[in-house]
């Protein structure tokens, strides 16, 4: 198995991560990775450990969730050279898709992947710079396997322990950083 993030390097890439209170709504603690995209130390720390994590996964590809998701996940598939999938929400993807609905709040959102995005049977792994509720890391899991792929793991920045969205996704779950 991979090394463990030490406890030094985990202090300054959450430090790293600014919380902003009462956003987008009341009673919301943001996490805004803007500030841990220009702090070039933090970055590399946290996108070294993952090289180091999945190096030896044996991937194909990896799948990123909108937006967030496409930064982190392109930087990680570039770092372990092999290729990105964006899954997109709905009506963004120019060729023929599969969709997968997921619930909300209030209501339903889409997300959207490419039907020919992957070899058949090829690895993939899921990246994300969060998980809360887990509908959307469901719904993009779900797509990976219907395009004839095989999600390996799911790999987030952060994870909000407290809302257990980890607990519908078929696929393991790494977060690098838990909030409770």
């Keep these: 198995m991979s090394k463990e993030l030490s406890s030094n390097d985990k202090e300054i890439i959450q430090s790293s991560i600014r919380t902003i209170p009462d956003f987008p709504k009341p009673g919301i603690m943001f996490k805004d990775i803007t500030t841990l995209l220009n702090n070039p130390t933090a970055l590399n720390k946290l996108t070294e450990h993952l090289k180091e994590r999945y190096s030896s996964y044996g991937l194909d590809y990896i799948a990123g969730i909108e937006s967030r998701g496409f930064i982190f996940g392109a930087m990680l598939a570039d770092r372990l050279g092999i290729g990105f999938v964006p899954i997109r929400k709905k009506g963004k993807l120019p060729y023929t898709t599969v969709a997968q609905k997921y619930a909300l709040e209030y209501g339903f959102d889409e997300v959207e992947i490419h039907i020919d995005a992957f070899k058949e049977g090829s690895k993939v792994l899921l990246v994300d710079d969060l998980i809360a509720t887990g509908g959307t890391a469901k719904a993009a899991v779900e797509l990976i396997e219907q395009v004839g792929a095989e999600c390996v793991e799911c790999c987030f920045v952060m994870e909000l322990t407290f809302?257990?969205?980890?607990?519908?996704?078929?696929?393991?779950?790494?977060?690098?950083?838990?909030?409770?």
Excluded at 163 to 180: F, H, M, R, T, W
């Design 163 to 180: 809302l257990n969205g980890k607990d519908d996704i078929k696929a393991p779950v790494y977060s690098v950083l838990e909030i409770d």
